[in-house]
Nanobody
Framework: QVQLVESGGGLVQAGGSLRLSCAASGFTSSTYAMGWFRQAPGKEREFVARISRGGSRTDYTDSVKGRFTISRDSAKNTVYLLMNSLKPEDTAVYYC????????????????????WGQGTQVTVSS
């Protein structure tokens, strides 16, 4: 059974840091492209970052470039999102996702590219 479990969310002050983890089970995550998305109340789920199967390619939405870093540890079957210099507008539920496809162009930025999703973890940034 394929499962993605996020952890590491919480309440943090503006300027602080958090590291989210996404533990995969039921499949070998290193053979999947992985992504992080977020959804704030009343808004659509939006792309945050993604990492290719081998980890050589990453991509970020403009609003988090230079502050967030996506990485993966194949030995632990886990993907991470390190979030620095957090802002109140980063407040959202963060979801990780896995795709058994080769990302072409902007495709990995869309929710439809992904096959599996986690349940989400809440990140709240206070001002």
């Amino acid at each position: 059974q394929v499962q993605l479990v996020e952890s590491g969310g919480g309440l943090v002050q503006a300027g602080g840091s958090l590291r989210l983890s996404c533990a995969a089970s039921g499949f070998t995550s290193s053979t999947y492209a992985m992504g992080w998305f977020r959804q704030a109340p009343g808004k659509e789920r939006e792309f945050v970052a993604r990492i290719s199967r081998g980890g050589s390619r990453t991509d970020y939405t403009d609003s988090v470039k230079g502050r967030f870093t996506i990485s993966r540890d194949s030995a632990k079957n886990t993907v991470y999102l390190l979030m620095n210099s957090l802002k109140p507008e980063d407040t959202a539920v963060y979801y990780c996702a896995a795709a058994n496809s080769v990302g072409v162009g902007a495709a990995p930025r869309f929710t439809t590219f992904y096959d599996y999703w986690g349940q989400g973890t809440q990140v709240t940034v206070s001002s």
